[in-house]
C-alpha cells in the first residue's frame, strides 16, 4: 500500500506570541523524551471538499497556536540530558498525503499505520525538529485519517487530549473553551527545597528495574524483536475480572492486575524472578491545592508496584490488585514534591529517559521482560472530535510496540468496554493472547 507525499508545509502562529526561553519542570525531562502518535479516521458528507478540509485545518492551527504556543517552539539541549523550551514561533509541521488504498484498509491494519502519521529524523538535533507534526491523508474512498505526532517533553495524554480538542473547537469556528496554563514553576523544584531531601529516598520508580534472573544486564532483551496487537475486553470481561478481585478494586486495578499476571506467565518466567509494574499517575487533583486548571506539560510520574512471579501467578487476582492499590495510594503532593526534589538534585538525567534521543544516554530504564509499564487514557476526552464535518469513525494510538508497554483506553461508545494496545516481544504475543483471555473464561 503506498502513500504519497502532495505537499509540506511550516505553520506558524497567526499573531505574535511570547518569545524567550522556557524552563521546563524537571517532570518533562524525564521519561519519554520523543514523539507520540495519535491518529483520526473521517468519513466526511459528500458535499465536503477536500480543499476546504486542508485549508481549515491549517488555518485553524495557525490560530490554536497563539495560545499553545509551546508547541511552535524548539527544544535544545543545555547539559547532562536536561532540556530548555525556546518558545521562538518557529512553527509546526503540516504534511499533506494521498492513498488510493480505502480507509477501511487501512484502519483494520495497524502495521500500516506508520505511513499515515509524519515520521521524526531523530538523528538532527534536537532543534531541528518540530515539537508537532500533522499529516493529513485522503484516500480513495473520499475518506481522510489525520495523524498527530507530538513531543512528550513538552506535554502528557491530557495536555494532547485538550490541544487537539480546542484545534477542533476553532476548526468549527467556535471560541476557545480552556486556555492553557504554561508556567511549569508549580512542578518545579524549590528554592529552597519544598521537602527535606532524605524523604526522596522512597522513590522507586527511579531505581533500576529488575533484571531477568541470571543477566547482569538487558541488553540481549532490547535487541528482541517486538509486535503490537490491540485487544478487546467487553464490559462483561472486565466485570468479570473485578468480581475475581473480590469487587473491591476499580475497573483499572483490576485490569492491570490481570495484564501483569498474564504477562508473566506468557513470558515464563521463573517464580522467584523479581517484576515490577510502572503505573503512570496524573497528579493534576493529587497536588495540594490543585494544579491551575489547562496546566500545559508533563503533570505525571510513575508509581511502581513490585513482587515475585511465584505470588503474582500462583495467589488470587486481588493480590496483584493489592499492590497496585497500595503503590497508587502513596502518590500525594509531599511524595511528588520529595521526587521532584530527587531529579533536581541529579547530575545527569540521561538514565531517566525513555526511547531516548539523548546522545551518549544508555536508556537505562527499560520496562521490557520481566516488567510492564501500563499508562491509562480511560478518562481523556479522546472521542468526538469534531473539526467541523462530523465525529471520527475511529480513533487510535498509531504505535505502541515498545516490549512490555501497554496502554488501557475507553471503548468509543463508552459501555464500560476496554481497548488494551500493547507491546510485548514476537516470541510472547501469542501466549499472552491465550493467557489473557483464557484466564478470563
Known sequence: MAVSLKGCYTVKPWEKTWCGRLALSELDQTGQVTHVPTLYFYHPPENCMYSTIA????????????????????????????????????????????????LQHLRDDFNLYHLLFPTVDYTLPIHQNPLLLI????????????????????????????????WARLARGEPLQTAPFHDQKVLRGGEPPSVPLTECDVHAEFDRPPLLLGKNDNAEERKKKTTMAVLELSKTQVET??????????????????????????????????????????????MKPPLPEGYFGNAILDAVASGLVGDLVLKPLGYACSIIRAAIEKVNDEYVRSGIEFLKNQEDLRRFHKDSIAQGSENEAFYGNPNLGVVSWLTLPLFGVDFGWGKEVYMRPAAHAFEGEFLLLPCPDGDGSFVVALGLQVEHMDAFKKIFYQDIE
Open 55 to 102: 485549508s481549515t485545518l491549517r488555518d485553524s492551527l495557525s490560530r490554536v497556536l497563539v495560545p499553545f504556543y509551546t508547541l511552535a517552539g524548539r527544544l535544545h539541549w543545555i547539559n547532562n540530558g536536561r532540556l530548555e523550551l525556546h518558545c521562538n514561533a518557529s512553527g509546526v509541521s503540516f504534511i499533506e498525503a494521498e492513498s488510493s488504498s480505502s
Open 135 to 166: 499529516q493529513l491523508t485522503r484516500f480513495s474512498c473520499g475518506g481522510v485519517s489525520i495523524g498527530i505526532t507530538i513531543s512528550h517533553v513538552v506535554v502528557d495524554g491530557t495536555s494532547a487530549s485538550h490541544f487537539v480538542c480546542e
Open 241 to 286: 475480572l473485578r468480581k475475581r478481585a473480590n469487587g473491591n478494586y476499580s475497573r483499572y486495578e483490576s485490569v492491570a492486575g490481570h495484564i501483569w499476571r498474564s504477562a508473566c506467565m506468557a513470558r515464563g518466567l521463573k517464580e522467584e524472578q523479581p517484576t515490577l509494574i510502572s503505573i503512570t499517575i496524573d497528579l493534576r487533583r493529587r
